[in-house]
């Protein structure tokens, strides 16, 4: 079946510092994939969506120059938090497209002191 | 734009009854649905996954039914057990994942 993996798992930074997740397909090719964000006992939202070769479209009210996403490869997807701060500790997950069907990756917790 | 949400918040039942999670959406013009399981601080368990031209799906103790008319799914959970015990969320999904909306989730917990 279809995988995605998200690396890194966990992170914890200080603030300012900038922090990037990766998503990758290891099975199939995915020309888009999709970055969520979830707040301690609250649904998932989704932040932006990313597709090969072109600039990602972000969900309103999600800062494009904070959330830096790029979808360089047909299997990854990288999201880099720049200039990170305690507001932004959350937990990010990735899925991506197959057809009709998304498959997430495990997701990743981001700390920022 | 597409809203969904999720009926009980919370539900906490004893060991081995038969239990039913709801999920409404407001456009019905969608793919598919999907019901995911969370544990705490975990990622997403994908469950069951309903094609817009199906009505149901079934894994194990697991079925989940679509009615898209009615923009409503089910999730029917039987002879639950403590290891049952999670957030479950479902999501409804556009064409090539576009437009996947979640809902807010139901907190189960089965008491031994």
């Known amino acids: 079946g279809a995988v995605v993996s998200q690396h890194p798992s966990r992170v914890i930074c200080k603030s300012g510092t900038s922090v990037k997740i990766e998503c990758r397909s290891l099975?199939?090719?995915?020309?888009?994939m999709f970055w969520y964000r979830q707040f301690p006992k609250q649904s998932l939202m989704l932040m932006a969506t990313?597709?090969?070769?072109?600039?990602?479209?972000?969900e309103q009210g999600v800062e494009k120059d904070k959330f830096l996403i790029n979808h360089a490869s047909l299997t990854l997807s990288t999201l880099t938090v720049t200039s990170a701060h305690p507001e932004d500790s959350s937990f990010y997950i990735c899925s991506a497209s197959r057809g009709n069907v998304l498959t997430f990756g495990a997701g990743s917790r981001l700390t920022v002191l | 734009k597409q809203e969904v949400t999720q009926i009980p918040a919370a539900l906490s039942v004893p060991e081995g009854e038969n239990l039913v999670l709801n999920c409404s959406f407001t456009d019905s013009a969608i793919y598919n649905l999907q019901w995911f399981r969370q544990d705490p601080g975990k990622g997403l368990t994908s469950l069951l996954l309903i094609q817009s031209s199906q009505r149901e799906q079934t894994s194990g103790r697991l079925n989940a039914s679509l009615d898209k008319s009615s923009g409503r799914s089910t999730l029917y959970i039987a002879a639950s057990q403590p290891g049952d015990s999670a957030t479950y969320l479902c999501a409804a999904g556009g064409n090539y994942g576009q437009n996947f909306v979640f809902g807010p989730g139901t907190r189960l917990s089965v008491l031994p």
């Open positions: 990313s597709n090969e070769g072109s600039k990602a479209t972000y």
């Open positions: 099975d199939f090719q995915a020309t888009t």
